[in-house]
């Protein structure tokens, strides 16, 4: 009888790959519970809140309007649609020319609105066409708050025979609103000091900073209202108020403690 001898070769590969998978079973283990960990760790850091304070500031700015934006309308109203296009363009040049010698510039002129449409009246309860009406309207912007009122009577004497609201403003805005914002950042940090004040501590640096809602309360007339007559002009000439501007500015502001 033969001896049948071990295959030493084959079993030397076999504990070889058996080894081997238990390193990598190891590797693998080891692997996931050093991820496991690192999560563990991060939802740990999580956990911790910051003791931090969150108060929200306000900031106000007046100002005195200096520049003023004023709609003027010129009417004209014919027969013939030709013809009352042609009254209306000549009276707005006219317009546009008493605006010009008042030292308003051309590029501060600008047609807003331009329609044409034709007009009817009821009569015996019959409708009765009175002609084509044109109207142009002109929007000018005054750099010179002073000259509203002699703009507003020159118009009129030129050829504009609507006027709509005027609207108070001023140009330069961005100045205006960041002081505003300065003012809410030292409010907020007042309202931190108060409250911290209370337990014993103090408002640092910011940690974070939010920017709020912003606006600006424009003076204007009426949106309604509207002078339709010489007369009615002239005398809203004399009664014209700039007022005031009031910017506001707020933020939120977190604080550490």
Request: charged share 30%; proline share 2%.
């Amino acid at each position: 009888m033969k001896k049948i001898l071990p295959n030493f070769s084959s079993l030397k590969q076999s504990l070889g790959l058996g080894f081997i998978l238990i390193v990598a079973v190891l590797l693998i283990t080891l692997s996931f519970n050093i991820s496991n960990y690192k999560i563990n760790a991060e939802e740990v850091k999580k956990d911790k809140k910051e003791n931090t304070l969150t108060v929200e500031g306000k900031g106000i700015i007046n100002a005195e309007p200096d520049i003023a934006y004023l709609d003027l309308t010129i009417k004209t109203t014919d027969f013939d649609v030709k013809k009352s296009q042609s009254d209306n363009s000549e009276k707005t040049k006219k317009v546009i020319d008493e605006l010009t010698k008042l030292k308003i510039e051309k590029k501060n002129i600008q047609t807003t609105n331009f329609n044409i449409y034709e007009d009817y009246d009821w009569s015996n309860e019959e409708r009765v066409f009175k002609g084509y009406v044109v109207e142009n309207t002109i929007t000018v912007k005054i750099t010179n708050i002073d000259k509203v009122a002699q703009v507003l009577e020159k118009s009129i004497a030129s050829g504009a025979n609507l006027a709509g609201r005027i609207v108070f403003d001023v140009e330069d805005k961005e100045n205006l609103y960041n002081q505003a914002l300065k003012n809410a950042m030292s409010s907020a940090e007042k309202k931190a000091t108060s409250i911290m004040s209370t337990f014993g501590a103090k408002p640092s640096k910011p940690y974070k900073i939010q920017e709020g809602y912003s606006s600006i309360d424009n003076f204007k007339t009426k949106p309604d209202e509207l002078y339709k007559s010489k007369e009615a002009l002239s005398d809203a000439s004399g009664e014209i108020q700039t007022g005031s501007l009031t910017i506001r500015a707020t933020v939120t502001v977190e604080y550490k403690y």
